[in-house]
């Protein structure tokens, strides 16, 4: 879920009891731009996969996986995560989310029209100055992650290939709320249903559309009814 900081997230506990019940009738992968730790840790159930950094370090039963190239990177990224501290860290509401594999800059409670310029400017320079580095924007945050040809997309496929899931056996199903979920999105859509989680419409790799989580619980309840 999206949330004014990221610390605040919360699984509700239908949705809990939900994601259990779809568990032990199918494969289920939590993908999230979170660490993986952070995801396992909100979530809290055994059994399913876990993909978390966009998909850089994955876990499951069985299975596991990081990016070695990015690996490499990260005493990068821990480097300009100290930078931000000193330059952007005195901006009132900034927050600073620091994962293995990148480095988020929410700006959603900053005041945008004193600020976001000086902000965009700064995490820009990062970027240009560290060509190991590429910038994702996302819901009011830039994103310094590994420059490495690795998202959500390719994290779903990995999961399918070391499953040995046959697209064509199989119908996959996708939800999420987020731009990053986009590569997924273009993944899944010829080989499965891509669905979108946002309160208007928008422009979307997506097939379908729900509102909120709560239409998505409901889309549960009906996919566990019918099979």
Sequence with gaps: PIVERPELAVLSSEMRDLLTVLSKKFIV????????????????????????SHGFDIKGP??????????????????ITQELKQELGKIPGLLLEEKRFSIAVHYRLVDEGKYLSKIERVVTHK????????????K???????????????????????????WGEY?????????TDEDAFRTIRTRGTAILVSEVPKISCADFFLKSPQEVAQFFKILLDKC
């Design 29 to 52: 992968a939590i993908v999230s731009g979170r660490s993986r730790e952070d995801v396992e840790k909100l979530v809290g159930l055994d059994g399913i996969f876990y993909a978390g």
């Design 62 to 79: 069985g299975f596991s996986k990081t990016q070695e190239e990015a690996e490499d990177i990260i005493p990068v990224i821990n480097k």
């Design 127 to 138: 970027v240009q100055d560290n060509p190991q580095l590429r910038l994702m924007h996302g």
């Design 140 to 166: 009011k945050v830039f994103e310094l992650l590994p420059k490495i040809d690795w998202n959500k997309g390719k994290a779903i496929r990995w999961i399918m290939q070391a499953l040995e899931i046959d």
């Design 171 to 179: 119908s996959v199903i996708y939800i999420g709320d987020d731009v």
